[in-house]
């Protein structure tokens, strides 16, 4: 009677491993096709890099495809910093009348309260994971501009060069 009690546990303990050795596996493949599209990603920005010498509106462009793809995101922006401003000089995928204000006013100085301004004075991502639920102030920052463009996630994520700021990407999903 002995074994026939321990026989359930043993059978639930190994049920437990295999599921716990499923889950593991899992994980480490998502890792891995994470890691592998970073991999093709950063390849394909250094090719542009060297076909491009001095060149820097297609190496931009580039980073923030990626960027883009790598997010699942709908579109986004690559900004350069421009004393307390920054400059648009990149974008992808996004809308046309968020492409046409950008085009009209391609230097911003964001909103203190603002993910991109966030980011850029941190130095550190932010997310904002509803911005049309957010009050921001008027203009084109925040919840106005989420709604010109169809957003609702936001992801800003500041640019450094030898922990200097240069700019920062942010990245729109409309989920």
Do not use: W
């Not at 049920?15 to 599209?37: D, F, I, K, M, Y």
């Not at 106005?144 to 800003?156: D, E, M, P, Y």
């Not at 500041?158 to 700021?165: F, G, R, S, Y």
């Amino acid at each position: 009677t002995l074994r026939r009690n321990n026989a359930p546990k043993s059978a639930r303990l190994r049920s437990s491993l295999a599921a716990g050795e499923e889950a593991n596996v899992e994980q480490l493949t998502r890792e891995l096709a994470e890691a592998r599209e970073r991999e093709a990603a950063t390849s394909e920005v250094l090719k542009v890099i060297s076909n491009s010498p001095g060149e820097l509106e297609p190496v931009f462009q580039a980073i923030l495809e990626n960027a883009t793809r790598i997010c699942e995101a709908k579109f986004g922006v690559l900004f350069r910093s421009e004393g307390d401003s920054v400059r648009c000089v990149a974008m992808h995928g996004a809308p046309e009348p968020f492409v046409e204000e950008r085009r009209r006013n391609p230097v911003i100085r964001p909103h203190p309260s603002t993910a991109l301004a966030r980011a850029l004075a941190t130095r550190r991502p932010v997310q904002i994971d509803d911005i049309q639920s957010e009050t921001r102030p008027s203009g084109y920052t925040g919840a106005q501009l989420a709604k010109l463009a169809g957003a609702r996630t936001v992801l800003a994520v500041p640019m450094l060069k030898d922990n200097e700021l240069i700019g920062a990407i942010i990245i729109f999903r409309q989920d």
